[in-house]
């Protein structure tokens, strides 16, 4: 709990404006003022709201009139909410430093998954990203790669569990969805068995992987309305991806925006429990709810530094991994990032 720096309160509108106003659901927002807007979920009560960040200050909202707009949280019924389909923070809450967040988000990676310890930098690193991701016009994405049972499932569960509004989708679903969820959350796609059965299928998602690591590029689906006539419809797809496939893409430029970690069939460590245990979403959620704050405060903060440029990569992977090197300080771990890069 952030204590006097949350207020819980609904903004005061008249009954005519009340009337007057469209009520629109929200997931986020950056407004023109600079305060921002990001959508809460408390799992135990059950209850959505809207957390609003202005001057350096968070408060919690039933709905906020901005403008004509009637902003409204989405339902807390919304199959896609109370499923988890769609992992949300329920508070923001204090994390101390910088350095302390990422010490903590690596600690809870170590804690239940068997990865390298330069892919334990980049994961935690890349969590980090996920919550300022749209400060940047380009994105990386990673991915477990490897056979069955090689652990690529619990990689993706836990690593996207406190990513930044994550979106849980594999193989088995039909793309359509996936370009919905993702145009109106706008979050993290967390996806599994990226390499899908059907060639239709996968030309699908190459287009959202392709399309959706530089801003300003949607997909263009053709819908059809009311009327039954065609109506081309944009899609945006932009922002981080952690995707679990057994294969590569034979698409080399596709093959370029991923940082990958290839999984063995090696034992777990014997610290690591074999089931993920409830305190793993227990954890989760702490993170989630520290890394709103983080986001609050840092958005409007960050942004590529021209002093992270990574030597020894071809431009297309310097290219990709800038945004990503723009957030980390320490010169060691942008080297361990750097070098995992290369060999990815």
Request: with cysteine; net charge neutral.
């Amino acid at each position: 709990m952030l204590g006097s720096m949350l207020l819980h309160m609904s903004e005061p509108h008249s009954e005519s404006s009340t009337q007057d106003t469209p009520r629109i659901p929200t997931t986020s927002q950056c407004l023109p003022d600079g305060s921002l807007i990001e959508l809460l979920y408390d799992p135990i009560r059950r209850e959505t709201a809207l957390a609003r960040w202005q001057d350096g200050k968070a408060s919690i909202h039933t709905e906020l009139t901005v403008g004509r707009e009637r902003l409204i949280p989405f339902s807390p019924h919304n199959n896609i909410i109370k499923h988890n389909v769609v992992l949300l923070p329920s508070e923001p809450a204090e994390y101390g430093t910088k350095d302390d967040l990422v010490e903590a988000i690596r600690r809870y990676l170590h804690r239940y998954l068997d990865v390298s310890p330069a892919f334990e930098d980049v994961a935690a690193n890349y969590i980090l990203f996920s919550w300022v991701y749209d400060a940047f016009n380009e994105v990386p994405y990673i991915r477990f790669q490897g056979d069955y049972g090689t652990g690529k499932t619990r990689a993706l569960l836990v690593v996207g569990s406190v990513c930044y509004k994550p979106f849980f989708a594999s193989g088995a679903s039909t793309v359509s969805p996936i370009f919905h969820i993702l145009d109106a959350f706008r979050g993290t796609l967390i996806l599994d068995e990226a390499d899908f059965r059907f060639s239709d299928e996968k030309a699908e998602i190459v287009k959202v992987l392709n399309n959706g690591n530089v801003d300003g590029m949607p997909v263009l689906r053709t819908m059809m309305n009311r009327q039954r006539e065609f109506n081309p419809q944009a899609f945006r797809v932009f922002g981080p991806k952690v995707v679990g496939m057994r294969k590569a893409y034979a698409d080399q430029a596709l093959e370029s925006r991923f940082l990958t970690e290839v999984m063995s069939h090696t034992a777990l460590r014997a610290d690591i429990p074999i089931n993920l245990p409830n305190a793993m979403k227990e954890e989760a959620q702490r993170l989630r709810n520290q890394l709103l704050l983080f986001r609050f405060r840092n958005r409007h903060a960050v942004g590529i530094r021209s002093d992270a440029l990574a030597s020894g990569l071809a431009p297309r992977g310097r290219q990709i991994l800038l945004p990503l090197l723009s957030i980390v300080d320490d010169e060691r771990i942008r080297s361990t990032m750097i070098a995992f890069a290369a060999t990815a």
